[in-house]
C-alpha cells in the first residue's frame, strides 16, 4: 500500500479493474467452478484528495 497523505478519518475506496483479459479469465473460472480470483486496483480518497493507492487479489466463490 502506498500512502500518499495522512489518513485521520473516514475516506472512500474506489476499486478499478481495467485488464479486460483479466476479468474474462475471472468470469469463466466463477462461471465454471464457482470460484474466481481477480487483481484490482485500489484507490482511497477523502473528498478530492487521493490518500493511498495499492493493488490486491481478491477472490470471488459462490
Known amino acids: ?12 475506496a474506489e476499486c478499478e479493474l481495467s485488464d ?3 476479468r474474462r479469465k475471472f468470469l469463466s473460472m466463477y462461471t465454471k467452478h464457482q470460484k474466481g480470483r481477480l487483481k484490482l486496483k485500489v484507490f482511497c480518497y477523502k ?3 487521493l490518500l493511498a493507492k495499492y493493488q490486491g487479489e481478491y477472490v470471488a466463490f459462490k
Open 47 to 49: 473528498e478530492n484528495t
Open 1 to 12: 500500500m502506498e500512502y500518499l497523505a495522512p489518513i485521520t478519518e473516514d475516506f472512500v
Open 20 to 22: 479486460k483479459k483479466n
